[in-house]
């Protein structure tokens, strides 16, 4: 690290790298759900709800490293390296599963479980890299941070689902503030709960991390806060303008197909000399 960047900057721009990955998934999965509920074709269904798991899992992941890295730790942080493993493939698995029900099952009876199911997917995830990293003496698991935690995501997750698949969101001339906005909740939700999760475990009182040489979290959060935000940008860009690109195809497609007398025809019109 450069000498004239102190560690406050530093933790702030991790910190921020982690918002700015829960934000772009954010976008990024409900656009694809989005897409998925409104496309017939099988195969493109099943592309953008493994576009939206994906998109969750890694910010799950991702996110929440970030903001362990920039907390102020006196020592290094590190994970075991094969539980982190398991527990990315599992958490971008149960991501997935979520995606699926929101596209399978539309409505506020739909947002409210899915909302609650990622609510507990990212505890599940956040508690599972602080046991991945090991800290010694040992975190103080007290059951009404985890509730807290838990109350405060399904909340926000909720709203957000609410709000992303409004009537506002759908066919509104301001849908896109409505879409940017459940988005905004969306990250929203899961940073208030990273930050409610590492306040209140007693992480300031820890003084190692037992894998902290075996997949170190300084690696980790370079690759994913380098990596993540740009191929999240890329994939948003697709989303928005390679399905454009899509239905105009198809709709040209059609109009070469219809015979001449099954288009639609023009009235001529017929003016008369001297009128």
Known sequence: MPSNISPAESSFLLWFLGVSAYALAAQVGL???RLARRTTVQRDRVSLVLTAGLAWGAALTVGF???LAGAALVFGVGFHAIGGLLLWVSSSAAAVGAAAALVRWPGRTGHLGVGAGLALLALAVQAGWLLAAGFRPGLDWRP????AVAAVMATGLSIALGLAFSEQATVSHLRMRWRIAAAGVMAVAWVAGQEIMLAGLG?????GSVHQHQLPA????LLGGAILPIVLVVVALDL???RHRSSRRLHRDIDTTLAPEDLPKRRRKVRLRGL
């Open 144 to 147: 009404e941070v985890l509730a």
């Open 31 to 33: 656009t694809a759900v």
């Open 203 to 207: 992480l300031t009182e820890q003084v």
């Open 65 to 67: 490293v970030l903001g």
């Open 240 to 242: 928005r303008y390679g």
């Open 218 to 221: 300084p690696l980790l959060s």
